[in-house]
């Protein structure tokens, strides 16, 4: 007879970090689509029409989910995990 397994669904160490100034908590292991997604943030980037764009493949393939994290341009949050302390924001036009 097979024995049913579980995954361990322990969570890693929280950390905080800021998207447009504002506080997210989220925790080690995470991509930042994931914890930007679960704080309810409604647009990663906004396109030179003023579209807003969110995650659409969720493995580095298409760049809706670009953001700009310490000043660096198009980082795409679905392939970044988060980090304590990382500065966030909306990436505009790109
Ligand atoms: S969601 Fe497509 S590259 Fe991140």
Redesign the pocket.
């Known amino acids: 007879m097979v024995k049913a397994r579980r995954l361990d669904a322990g969570r890693g160490r929280k950390v905080t970090f800021s998207f447009d100034g504002r506080s997210i908590d989220s925790y080690e292991g995470e991509t930042l689509?994931t914890a930007l997604l679960a704080a309810g943030v409604a647009a990663f980037s906004v396109t030179r029409a003023g579209q807003p764009r969110l995650?659409?493949?969720?493995?580095?393939?298409?760049?809706?989910?670009?953001v700009r994290v310490d000043g660096q341009d198009l980082v795409?949050?679905?392939?970044t995990d988060v980090r304590d302390g990382m500065q966030v924001e909306r990436q505009e036009g790109k």
């Open positions: 689509a995650p659409f493949c969720n493995m580095g393939t298409c760049f809706d989910c670009a795409r949050a679905c392939l």
